[in-house]
């Protein structure tokens, strides 16, 4: 059984500061996606990472993976309050999934001035 | 721009009823999918379907059904409804999963509450 576990699971940062969010996955996985919920609203993708040292940046998030460690991390560089947000990374199943995700529980981001 | 659309945001039913909640979106995609999503638990897979009347149970389908009789449309129902399935339910489509790297794309979301 896929299981997707994220840490940690609440973060509390301060402006200006980096940071990162852990995503690991304890079986082999094609893609993982990286999505961001705000509150009341939504999930909204933010990256899809494919093979093995992919990275993808946006803005002050970069995505990587690392396929054999079973495991990705979204970096947060110089942190603003409009980051404040859950992000959640989920992994596609394996086979003919037709492309079933199985996410993890979420990290909830908070930036304080 | 998907657009993948809910037919109600907030939801209030008494237990024992029989809940409907709707989902249609407009990119022709095959794949739809419901979830339901709790404080720590993050999104788990209620069903998802795949092409119209196809349907397959997710992780956690007890207590529910779905129907698809169209290709946009995709119906998650509630058939007894329990206080324990007071939840946040989001609807996702997303084109076929061999092959295709993109996203699945959510609705915004119905907040369901069973009295």
């Known amino acids: 059984e896929l299981k997707v576990e994220q840490n940690p699971l609440f973060l509390s940062m301060q402006e200006g500061k980096n940071y990162t969010i852990y995503c690991n996955y304890s079986t082999t996985s094609d893609r993982l996606y990286w999505y961001r919920q705000d509150p009341g609203k939504s999930l909204e993708s933010l990256f899809v990472?494919?093979?093995?040292?992919a990275v993808k940046q946006e803005g002050r998030l970069m995505a990587s993976l690392d396929t054999k460690a079973r495991l990705s991390t979204l970096h947060i560089t110089a942190a603003v309050h409009d980051l404040s947000a859950t992000y959640f990374c989920a992994v596609t199943r394996g086979g003919t999934s037709y492309g079933k995700l199985t996410f993890g529980q979420g990290t909830i981001l908070t930036v304080h001035p | 721009d998907v657009k993948v659309t809910q037919s109600s945001r907030y939801l209030v039913k008494r237990t024992g009823e029989k809940v409907f909640l709707e989902c249609v979106q407009d990119m022709d995609h095959e794949n739809m999918f419901w979830y339901r999503q709790d404080p720590g638990l993050g999104l788990r897979l209620i069903y998802f379907?795949?092409?119209?009347?196809?349907?397959e149970k997710g992780d956690i389908p007890e207590g529910y059904s779905v129907s698809r009789e169209k290709k946009e449309r995709f119906s998650l129902i509630l058939e007894s409804a329990s206080t324990n399935q007071t939840s946040m339910y989001l609807c996702?489509?997303?084109?076929?999963?061999?092959?295709?790297?993109?996203?699945?794309?959510f609705g915004d979301g119905t907040r369901l509450s069973i009295l």
């Open positions: 990472l494919l093979s093995n040292g």
């Open positions: 996702a489509s997303s084109s076929l999963g061999q092959g295709s790297n993109q996203p699945q794309h």
């Open positions: 379907s795949y092409d119209v009347k196809m349907k």
